[in-house]
């Protein structure tokens, strides 16, 4: 789409200012629309400011790889002009059981020739030390490299993206702004004042009961409720290095699905602590420039979702945190829940409920890793649909 003075340009409406919102302002923005973005919050509060912050670009499948990757980039280029923290850390999948160790090894093997093999090593135990000395030594045997993954700190970076795309491309952000109603050409907010536009991304997270409830009938699409926690600030300045994951982690991602060992890894965890599964737990480490370090975290989906967050959740992730990581204080300063809008089959729930009016949502646990990437291939598709 040409630039057109804004006066002339066709109108988008965002509703949602989390990471999907935000990607899909940015995008929009870029393509020469006017954007307005309605969020319900004073500022943004949902799964995008309680999450790791990782940009884990090897917990995607290698179809969309090009797309985590381009998300990657967006990222440092959107954590340079908004002034945001990133740090591209890489992570470490640790293994303290042969099982893990195989699955590792197996996943290096498939893959070190390969499109991802340069970014991939295989690190025995003083190795993955000497990148890590948050790994927890006893019975390591050895870690999987990957200097893809970025670290940021979401709470800062999310909220800090609005005023960068407010003075770089005049996007409007109203903030403490419900959106009670959307029909094709406008959106109206809870003060009953209806606005035109000519296009409108729904990107609500997981509140599928206020705008088009009906498009989520029947769709595969869950709330999902995980717990989290966060140390106080290492002493002494002491940095954890990559993001961290273990053997729990390999049951989780979809990239590991291939390696002939992982289904000998998953029964194993299942009759030796029955309770991860039913809670699904799988324990990851990141560390914000703040020096506190973020722990996470459990699953529950839908009706298994409470608004009381049980002590013994953090007491098991806790536990399994400990096998794999040391770190100087475990003190936590905060604990909170994060709830996510899971689709499962596909990267994102996106469908046209109204000639002009799209949902987009249930991006899971990848929602900071992919949305960047996912709305730009999705506003090639629309402009080539809707030609403006
Ligand atoms: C604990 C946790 C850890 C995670 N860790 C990671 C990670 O490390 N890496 C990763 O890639 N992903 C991670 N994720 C997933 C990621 O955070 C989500 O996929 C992503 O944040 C979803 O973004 P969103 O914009 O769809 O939803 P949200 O961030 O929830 O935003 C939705 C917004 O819509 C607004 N809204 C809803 N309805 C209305 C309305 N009617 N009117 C106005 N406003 C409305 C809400 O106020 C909210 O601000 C994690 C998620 C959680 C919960």
Redo the contacts with the bound molecule.
Sequence with gaps: MENKPKSQAKRVAI????????AHAWVASQRGYRVTV????PR?????????????VIGQPDSIQTIAMNSRERWLEASENAGFWIQPCGSLHLAHQPDEWQVLQEYYAEHRLGPRGEHLRLLDKKETLAKSPAANPSGLLGSLWSQTECCVD?TSA?RSIPAWLHRTYDVDFHFS????HVESGSVRTADGSSHPFDQIVI?????FA??FPEAYRGVPIRA?K?H?MRTIEQPDAYRIGPHLAGGLTLRHYPNFRNCPTLSALQQRIAAEAPELDRLGIHV?A?QNHLGQVVL??SHQYGEQIEPFDTCDIDTLILRELQKIIQIPTWELQARW?????KYSEGLVYEQVVAPGVRVF?G?????????FGLAQDAWERWDGQCPQ
């Design positions: 509703v949602g200012a989390g990471i999907a919102g935000l309605f969020d319900r919050s943004a509060s949902g799964a995008s400011i309680r999450n790791f912050g990782m940009v884990w979401p999310v702004t419900a959106v009670t990107c609500s997270g997981d509140d206020t705008l999902c995980l989290m990851m990141s996470g975290d829940q994060g709830v996510y809008a949502t991006l899971g646990g990848n929602g900071m890793t992919l949305s």
